[in-house]
């Protein structure tokens, strides 16, 4: 599974660091981005094995986005979420 965050649809609202954030944040622009375990923050493609959190509960952050800026892929490239 890989995440990413599409900036461009992205408003701030913030209700994916609400509910994780071990795994989103928002950065100086007030986008918001992920954070891996090695400490790296990004808005492009960051591989699941990297993040803090189970796709369950990263899947339940990208649903609460009001703008679906939140992408999911599985392993073979196929768009889980939105």
């Known amino acids: ?3 990413r965050v599409d ?3 992205c ?3 913030a209700s994916c660091i609400a509910l994780l954030p071990e795994v989103f944040e928002l950065d100086e622009e007030g986008k918001a981005i992920i954070k891996s375990l090695k400490g790296t923050k990004t808005s492009d493609w960051t591989d699941g094995k ?4 189970d ?3 990263i899947l339940e952050a990208a649903r609460s ?3 679906n800026a939140i992408f999911i892929e ?3 490239g196929k768009q ?3």
């Open 55 to 57: 796709l369950q509960m």
């Open 80 to 82: 889980i979420y939105p």
């Open 11 to 13: 408003i701030g609202a």
């Open 7 to 9: 900036r461009d649809l």
């Open 1 to 3: 599974m890989r995440v």
């Open 74 to 76: 599985d392993d073979e």
């Open 50 to 53: 990297e993040l803090s959190k």
């Open 65 to 67: 986005c009001p703008t």
